[in-house]
């Protein structure tokens, strides 16, 4: 880890242990995805195999309190009451959403929410053009068919404005992430990380590529697997940042969408 990454680690202190959020795990709504609602696309984006949450409580440390604009994920607008508003007696609790974005539902829940939250009718041919590729291009997403994608964001439940993985993600490079992130199935195969985008603003989700195929032309997972693991902590596999998977849960037709 750089000095940089470093830094922004410790001036966020974890106080508690993480704990998974269990939810029922919706099943797919029924019919073509372009005929979902929008309450069907959120499901598939929050509450589906697709989807995993874990919870954790940061203790921001008085360093923090001193720059809470710059580390925190506090916007610009609340800066100023930053100091105020996080303190080291107060804990912070974030809710971690993990989602396997190469997975065809999550494409198309993203897709579906994008189309139902657009203005198509207002839009232009040229406009209307446009927004068909840019929509038909994350549905497709060429890069899928060679990586497994995942992507990572969070939300304070108590701070609103905070974002952990803004704060700890947003200057981190790829040689730095590669020394610990990875994806592994119950038998230790792993694919390391090849490829990372970064949040740019809070709210953001910072978005992981891992190669899907071996030398020998091999998924990582396939039906007779158990387990999908998400490292994406240096710390043990079971603090936060880190997900454990039911493969069995990611069948679609007898095979791993993924």
Known sequence: MNSSLRKQFLFVVISCLSILVTVAQQPLPKGSYEKWSKADAQRVLNDSAWARKQELRLRFDSEVQAAAGSYS????????????????????????????????????????????????????????????????????????AQNYVV?????????????????????????????????????????????????????????FFFTRLDDKGSPLLSAENKQLLVNLSDNRPTSVGNFQIDVSSLLINGKVEF
């Open 151 to 207: 992507t990572l964001s969070s939300k304070s439940k108590n701070r609103p404005g905070a974002d952990a993985v803004f704060t700890l993600f947003k200057g981190a490079r790829l040689a730095d992430l590669q020394r610990y992130v990875f994806i592994a199935n119950e038998s230790g195969e792993r694919r390391n990380l090849i490829h990372f985008v970064p949040p740019k603003v809070p709210g953001d989700e910072a978005t």
């Open 73 to 144: 994920g506090v916007s610009a607008a609340s800066a100023a009451q930053a100091q105020t508003q996080v303190s080291s007696d107060i804990p912070v609790d974030f809710i971690f959403t993990l989602r396997l974005r190469s997975a065809l539902p999550i494409r198309q829940a993203v897709v579906r929410m994008r189309k139902l939250e657009t203005d198509i009718e207002g839009m232009d041919k040229q406009q209307l053009e446009a927004f068909d590729k840019q929509t038909s291009g994350l549905l497709a997403c060429p890069a899928c």
